[in-house]
């Protein structure tokens, strides 16, 4: 499976601020994925990103809030916009598997705090 | 929207027991994939099903994908303080691949030494 990698690990944030996650990959994918998993709860998916074209939002998430960049096949970021303290979360890229793209392999994370 | 009702939410054993969980759905989903998550970590995966029916095992893990290809279970065998974590069942509709997958609400299994 890929490596992945995300920056940061952790922060902590004042509301109204804005974060950029970073999620880089040690080989070539075409699908990633952003997830949120609020505290103690399950993971939900905030957009697909494909390289070359916009960000496939899912219901409840929007672009303002979450813009996404894929400019290429091994990066991608996630920026989380006027923050508050309910977008305290973990924040989870994952990638599809190069052999079997049914399988999603995920990053370790970064532990947003919003104070 | 879909959703998974997984169960039990919590599980506390004791070490070199068996234990058993499953994922339920409404719909109907074409790829099972199971995961656990350590603390301050992102999900690894666990076990992939593809087919109706299907038994797969890693190790002391089994998970089957149900035959109405509305539900799923993993058991772990022997259980080890290591198996401790969160275990989650996550389901994929899509006809091709790389589709969202949509999670369950998780297992918390405590092994007891």
């Known amino acids: 499976s890929a490596v992945i990698s995300q920056k940061p690990s952790r922060d902590i944030c004042q509301r109204g601020t804005s974060l950029t996650i970073q999620c880089q990959v040690d080989?070539?994918?075409?699908?990633m994925f952003w997830y949120r998993q609020q505290p103690g709860q399950s993971l939900t998916l905030i957009a697909t990103?494909?390289?070359?074209?916009?960000?496939?939002?899912e219901s409840g998430f929007v672009i303002d809030k979450f813009p996404i960049s894929r400019p290429n096949l091994t990066f991608s970021t996630l920026t989380v916009s006027n923050m508050s303290p309910e977008d305290s979360s973990i924040y989870l890229c994952?990638?599809?598997?190069?052999?079997?793209?049914?399988?999603?392999?995920f990053g370790p994370g970064t532990r947003l705090t919003v104070t | 929207g879909q959703q998974l009702n997984q169960s039990p939410q919590s599980m506390f054993i004791q070490e070199g027991e068996d234990v058993s969980m499953n994922c339920t759905s409404s719909?109907?989903?074409?790829?099972w994939l199971w995961y656990k998550q350590d603390p301050g970590e992102g999900p690894v995966l666990l076990i992939a099903?593809?087919?109706?029916?299907e038994l797969t095992s890693n190790g002391r893990l089994t998970a089957q994908f149900g035959i109405t290809r509305k539900d799923s279970f993993l058991n772990i065998s022997a259980s080890i303080p290591s198996d401790v974590g969160i275990y989650f069942c996550?389901?994929?509709?899509?006809?091709?691949?790389?589709?969202?997958?949509?999670f369950g609400e998780g297992t918390q299994l405590t092994v007891n030494p």
């Open positions: 994952s990638v599809a598997s190069l052999y079997s793209s049914y399988e999603q392999y």
């Open positions: 080989s070539q994918v075409t699908m």
């Open positions: 990103a494909n390289q070359g074209s916009e960000a496939t939002y």
């Open positions: 719909s109907i989903f074409n790829t």
């Open positions: 099903l593809y087919k109706a029916g």
């Open positions: 996550a389901g994929q509709l899509g006809e091709t691949s790389g589709s969202r997958l949509t």
